[in-house]
């Protein structure tokens, strides 16, 4: 019988640079190498493990596009886990404020991922893959620092 750190699928997104934003540090990559590294260790097979190393690929739709996908791949009951650490940021979502990750393109027409919709995607994931999600959004200090708070106001989510 398989452990279930076998069935384990995770998308780990490490963001140190912006597109367009002057700010960058080292921690989150390195932190997202930690977790990956982790999880590997535990069992969690290498091919069930999306892992955002390029900045540039660390889109908004494909970071999206990823946590779609897991609808094909995993199995109902397989545990899921999405990992993020980088810059966070505030948007609306109606006339609602709410948090977002911000992927490469953050500052672009495409905006950040509000936690409205990251509750959204996982939502639609659960009829497939069941109820078995953890999302870890990792705070480094950096985003409390004057500079990394004052992003220009982004676009709302589609969601």
Known sequence: MASIAS??????V????YE???ISFERAIKD????????????VDEKNII?????????KREI????ASLKEKANRGDPIIFYYSGYVGMTYVGKRLAGM????????????????????MFDE?????????????ILIEAYFHRSAVCIPRLPDPEI
């Open 7 to 12: 069935n384990i699928h995770a998308i780990i």
């Open 14 to 17: 490490g963001m140190d640079e």
């Open 20 to 22: 367009d934003l002057d």
């Open 32 to 43: 997202a190498n930690a977790m990956h590294d982790f999880l590997i260790k535990i069992g």
């Open 51 to 59: 892992t955002f190393e390029n900045a540039k690929s660390t889109t």
């Open 64 to 67: 999206m596009k990823q946590i």
């Open 101 to 120: 990750i911000c992927p490469y393109d953050v500052a672009s027409k495409e905006g950040g991922i509000s936690d409205t919709a990251l509750v959204h």
């Open 125 to 137: 994931l659960a009829p497939f893959c069941g109820n078995n999600i953890v999302s870890l959004v």
